[in-house]
Nanobody, 126 residues
Framework: QVQLVESGGGLVQAGGSLRLSCAAS????????MGWFRQAPGQEREFVAA????????SYADSVKGRFAISRDSAKNTVYLQMSSLKPEDTAVYYC???????????????????WGQGTLVTVSS
């Protein structure tokens, strides 16, 4: 059974940093794209970042570009999201997701992801 388990969420002050981790089990995703999405209260789930199977290509939502960094460790079957200069509007449940395909230009589209974690809550106080 494939599982994606996020960790690292919590409460942080504006301007602070957090690193989220997503550990996959049940199969390897070393040949697949992976990504992070988030959902704020009362809002739809939105794309945050995506990364290629090799880690050599990444993409980001404009709202997080320059502040967040996605990375992966294929040996550990884990993807990370380093978040810096956090703002109150970054408050959301953050979800890790994995594809059954190679990374491409559609990493922003949640419909291209086949596996999802349960999410981890990030709260940024002002």
């Amino acid at each position: 059974q494939v599982q994606l388990v996020e960790s690292g969420g919590g409460l942080v002050q504006a301007g602070g940093s957090l690193r989220l981790s997503c550990a996959a089990s049940g199969r390897t995703f070393s040949n697949n794209g992976m990504g992070w999405f988030r959902q704020a209260p009362g809002q739809e789930r939105e794309f945050v970042a995506a990364i290629s199977q090799s880690g050599g290509m990444t993409s980001y939502a404009d709202s997080v570009k320059g502040r967040f960094a996605i990375s992966r460790d294929s040996a550990k079957n884990t993807v990370y999201l380093q978040m810096s200069s956090l703002k109150p509007e970054d408050t959301a449940v953050y979800y890790c997701a994995a594809q059954n395909r190679l990374y491409d230009d559609y990493g922003w589209d949640p419909r291209t992801y086949d596996y999802w974690g349960q999410g981890t809550l990030v709260t940024v106080s002002s």
